[in-house]
């Protein structure tokens, strides 16, 4: 709760008039440091409430996050004025309404295990567990393509309206395209309880990369067609997150869960700087029809590692 507080209080913080360059990226530092204290915590207090068909319970949980990843293009598109700021205005208000609710409504789940004492050498320890280290890694390629899909969205849409010389209502597929990844994270915990965590995840990550590798194809193709593919994309490229989660949390020891979720997605959210810089520097230099190809770097990554038997 206080998390959600602080991260709306830096995200509103950018509504200050002239702020200066320095201010405004240290509200954006504030904002992600914040949502380090939300996300993996979300994700903890649900491995609290299950023993078993925890692959279900963060199927929801990410679906959620998925659908207020989307949200603010909605805000846009519906914004009467077009005015930036209304988009802010709602997602801080949204946050801290998600941070009451939190704390009014969901209390510890029964097989919370409080550790005892702070313990420095808990990431090699984990590291050292090969269930946890083969799904952290998957969890690491996943997020190589994750984020710099989702922030790209726009730039597809608009790159492939120039080139097919047509109108698109950019932030309205926008929010379609990733908020469409609800439902495959939701149906993906379904899934999980009947086959396993590892099969959806594997598979969500194999053909989300053959979406990467075939990317430059779908700029040639109708609107109709392109538009159910990027939707198709938004559903695979989200739906092995929630089951590459519960892989981390079922192998790290009760005590450790936390930590090791809190872990494994700081490192994953720090690769995910690394592909969208990487995205926007080679707008510059290559066709964009190209870039995409570059994505496909994570699932393979991470099919490779995922299948390694140390």
Same mark, same amino acid.
């Given at each position: 709760m206080i998390c959600a507080f602080l991260g709306a209080l830096s995200n509103l913080s950018l509504l200050i008039p002239n702020i200066a360059i320095f201010n405004l990226l240290t509200a954006r530092f504030g904002?992600?440091?914040?949502?380090?204290?939300?996300?993996?915590?979300?994700?903890?207090?649900?491995? /609290?409430?299950?023993? /078993?068909?925890?692959?279900?319970?963060?199927?929801?949980?990410?679906?959620?996050?998925?659908?207020?990843?989307?949200?603010?293009?909605?805000?846009?598109?519906?914004?009467?004025?077009?005015?930036?700021?209304?988009?802010?205005?709602?997602?801080?208000?949204?946050?801290?309404?998600?941070?009451?609710?939190?704390?009014?409504?969901?209390?510890?789940?029964?097989?919370?295990?409080?550790?005892?004492?702070?313990?420095?050498?808990?990431?090699?320890?984990?590291?050292? #567990?090969?269930?946890?280290?083969?799904?952290?890694?998957?969890?690491?390629g996943h997020m190589w393509e994750l984020y710099a899909f989702w922030g790209f969205v726009p730039i597809i849409l608009k790159t492939y309206a120039d080139l097919q010389s047509i109108e698109l209502q950019v932030?309205?597929?926008?929010?379609?395209?990733?908020?469409i990844g609800t439902i495959s994270c939701i149906l993906g915990g379904y899934i999980s309880v009947k086959v396993g965590s590892r099969k959806v995840a594997r598979n969500s990550l194999f053909i989300s990369g053959?979406?990467?590798?075939?990317?430059?194809?779908?700029?040639?193709?109708?609107?109709?067609?392109? #538009?159910?593919?990027?939707?198709?994309?938004?559903?695979?490229? #989200?739906?092995?997150?929630?089951?590459?989660?519960?892989?981390?949390?079922?192998?790290?020891?009760?005590?450790?869960?936390?930590?090791?979720?809190?872990?494994?997605?700081?490192?994953?959210?720090?690769?995910?700087?690394?592909?969208?810089?990487?995205?926007?520097?080679?707008? /510059?230099?290559? /066709?964009?029809?190209?870039?995409?190809?570059?994505?496909?770097?994570?699932?393979?990554?991470?099919?490779?590692?995922?299948?390694?038997?140390?």
């Amino acid at each position: 709760m206080i998390c959600a507080f602080l991260g709306a209080l830096s995200n509103l913080s950018l509504l200050i008039p002239n702020i200066a360059i320095f201010n405004l990226l240290t509200a954006r530092f504030g904002t992600g440091f914040f949502l380090a204290g939300i996300y993996p915590v979300g994700m903890k207090i649900a491995s /609290d409430y299950y023993k /078993d068909g925890l692959g279900k319970a963060l199927g929801f949980l990410v679906g959620a996050l998925v659908l207020g990843t989307a949200i603010p293009h909605l805000i846009k598109e519906l914004s009467w004025s077009s005015d930036y700021r209304m988009v802010i205005i709602f997602t801080s208000a949204l946050a801290s309404i998600g941070g009451l609710v939190m704390w009014l409504l969901v209390p510890d789940g029964p097989y919370r295990k409080p550790v005892s004492r702070l313990q420095l050498g808990v990431i090699t320890q984990l590291f050292s #567990i090969i269930g946890f280290r083969k799904a952290a890694f998957g969890y690491f390629g996943h997020m190589w393509e994750l984020y710099a899909f989702w922030g790209f969205v726009p730039i597809i849409l608009k790159t492939y309206a120039d080139l097919q010389s047509i109108e698109l209502q950019v932030s309205f597929w926008s929010f379609i395209i990733i908020g469409i990844g609800t439902i495959s994270c939701i149906l993906g915990g379904y899934i999980s309880v009947k086959v396993g965590s590892r099969k959806v995840a594997r598979n969500s990550l194999f053909i989300s990369g053959l979406f990467c590798l075939s990317s430059p194809l779908l700029f040639q193709l109708p609107p109709q067609i392109f #538009i159910v593919c990027l939707c198709l994309w938004g559903m695979l490229v #989200i739906s092995d997150s929630p089951q590459f989660s519960t892989m981390v949390a079922a192998a790290a020891p009760p005590e450790l869960r936390g930590t090791g979720l809190t872990i494994v997605n700081c490192i994953g959210f720090a690769i995910t700087i690394i592909s969208i810089q990487l995205l926007s520097f080679l707008l /510059d230099y290559l /066709d964009p029809t190209l870039l995409y190809l570059f994505l496909g770097i994570g699932p393979i990554m991470g099919i490779i590692l995922l299948r390694r038997n140390t």
